[in-house]
């Protein structure tokens, strides 16, 4: 790792348009910059994101993305190693807008392109944070991922299991809908739940039966419904307590499950014998303080160290994307200008694509 190697990275596989300078060298790893421009208020009418809304601004945006990337690093194009772009799963759209803005540079500069796997860049941020080694558990919990996987090299990952329906971000924002709290849900339902009791409504733990790391949070949010309809019906409406007891319930049926799954996958990770075993987490669902009190318990009960990025480089950015670049270069990785833009991307071929799309893109 003597020479340092210096990446642009582009991310545009759902609704943020992102562009980053990485470096690394015989320190470790350096974000120069890191701009993400996101599209929440064009979506925001529809309840969801609107794949073609977010390819037509991914288009619109991602060269000035990039132009800032560089001017906030102080790094030219000529300083560059490579240009690293997200090359899927996403919403194909947004995904093409990237590869082609990348295969644009890489073609006018002569630079090596590298396409990256969105859900690597996410799996491989606790290296660039943390410096964290082979093989590390990580959990991926967001808006639009749910999944356990052993890291094991920079393109090896083996999936212990991951959602067959819905996302927990997701479950969130779909409880926060049916409760009229704001979105994005997971931060207005872990308010809420504060002032609630947990155990006034009682949730179902979906797949707890099944001894495997799948999960599935559609039947929370159905369940959600039907104790919503039961005491409008019953009381013609809801108090402010039941809205907080609500919400304390249904986060407290995810942090069960959540919870439940992660023992059993770290067991399976730990019988593999781990030199320093590490648990790291993200995804949007990990700020969630509840969650990440209680992973950090499960960890602490089975001697594991817990890990989770900032927050700003748990979300969807393109730091991850240029670091993950960077991981595949050294390697002397390198694609070509028929490089192909894949709505789905399984990070563990030998696994079987799990079911559900969800609204925010593959999850496979
Ligand atoms: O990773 P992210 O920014 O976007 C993708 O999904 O790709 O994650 C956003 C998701 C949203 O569904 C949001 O409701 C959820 O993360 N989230 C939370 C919290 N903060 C954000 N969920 C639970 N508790 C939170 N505090
Ligand atoms: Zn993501």
Redo the contacts with the bound molecule.
């Keep these: 790792m003597a020479d340092a190697i210096t990446i642009l990275g582009l991310e545009s596989s759902?609704?943020?348009t992102a562009a980053a300078v990485v470096r690394r060298d015989g320190q470790g790893a350096h974000i120069l910059s890191s701009v993400v421009y996101g599209q929440t208020e064009l979506h925001s009418a529809f309840g969801g994101v609107v794949p073609e809304i977010a390819a037509r601004a991914h288009a619109e945006k991602i060269d000035l993305c990039v132009a800032e990337a560089l001017e906030r690093a102080g790094v030219a194009l000529t300083d560059l190693d490579a240009v690293a772009v997200t090359a899927g799963p996403g919403l194909i759209g947004g995904v093409l807008a990237g590869v082609m803005c990348a295969k644009g540079i890489a073609a006018a500069t002569g630079l090596p392109l590298v396409g990256v796997n969105h859900l690597a860049g996410h799996a491989l941020t606790p290296r660039l944070t943390d410096g964290i080694g082979f093989p590390y558990l990580i959990l991926l919990?967001?808006?639009?991922?749910c999944q356990y996987l052993i890291a094991k090299g920079p393109e090896e990952f083996s999936r212990l299991g991951g959602t067959i329906d819905d996302?927990?971000?997701?479950a969130?924002?779909k409880a926060?809908r049916l409760l009229g709290l704001p979105?994005?849900?997971?931060?207005s339902?872990?308010a809420e739940a504060k002032a609630g009791d947990p155990r006034h409504f009682r949730f179902p733990r979906p797949l707890l039966d099944r001894d495997d790391c799948n999960l599935s949070f559609s039947g929370l949010k159905t369940a959600l419904l039907r104790a919503r309809d039961q005491i409008v019906a019953e009381k013609g409406g809801l108090t402010r307590a039941d809205r907080a007891d609500l919400c304390a319930g249904f986060?407290q049926a995810i942090v069960d499950v959540l919870a439940e799954k992660t023992r059993r996958a770290l067991r399976i990770y730990l019988a593999e014998g781990p030199a320093d075993p590490v648990l790291a987490v993200a995804?949007?669902?990990a700020?969630?303080?509840a969650?990440r009190a209680k992973l950090e318990t499960v960890c602490e009960e089975m001697g594991v160290r817990f890990t989770a990025p900032p927050l700003k480089l748990?979300?969807?950015n393109a730091a991850m994307i240029a670091y993950a670049g960077i991981e595949r270069f050294a390697r002397g990785e390198r694609d070509d200008l028929t490089l192909m833009a894949r709505p789905r991307w399984p990070l563990d071929k030998a696994s079987p694509a799990l079911l559900g799309g969800g609204k925010?893109g593959a999850k496979a």
């Design positions: 759902c609704d943020d919990v967001s808006g639009g991922h996302a927990p971000g997701e969130f924002d926060a979105q994005p849900g997971g931060p339902v872990e986060q995804g949007g669902v700020a969630n303080g969650i748990c979300t969807d925010k």
